[in-house]
Nanobody
Framework: QVQLVESGGGVVQAGGSLRLSCIAS????????MGWFRQAPGKEREFVAT????????AYANSVKGRFTISRDNAKNSVSLQMNSLKSEDTAVYYC?????????????????WGQGTQVYVSS
């Protein structure tokens, strides 16, 4: 079992930045690919970014490419999402997911564990 706890959400003005963090329990964090997804009100959860277990491979949704950066620190069992140049359309609850395989993945069903989410609100 893996438990995930997100933090770092909040309210920010458009153009600003936030850094989300996700801390995982368990001793096998370095074997899991990790991902960030988000869900806006009235919409389905959507992919944001993913990183392989070793941190060498990443992938991003087109809507955040060039603005968001995913990274991980296996020594600290953590994964982060640096979000810059935020837009009002980035407003959503952001979820951290862990996948019991090392390769990146962009689809929700490919993830085995989820955190409770952290709210990001971008004011225009």
């Amino acid at each position: 079992q893996v438990q995930l706890v997100e933090s770092g959400g909040g309210v920010v003005q458009a153009g600003g930045s936030l850094r989300l963090s996700c801390i995982a329990s368990g001793r096998t964090f370095s074997s899991y690919a990790m991902g960030w997804f988000r869900q806006a009100p009235g919409k389905e959860r959507e992919f944001v970014a993913t990183i392989s277990n070793g941190g060498f491979d990443t992938a991003y949704a087109n809507s955040v490419k060039g603005r968001f950066t995913i990274s991980r620190d296996n020594a600290k069992n953590s994964v982060s999402l640096q979000m810059n140049s935020l837009k009002s359309e980035d407003t959503a609850v952001y979820y951290c997911g862990a996948r019991s395989r090392g390769a990146t993945a962009t689809r929700e069903y490919e993830y085995d564990y989820w955190g409770q989410g952290t709210q990001v609100y971008v004011s225009s």
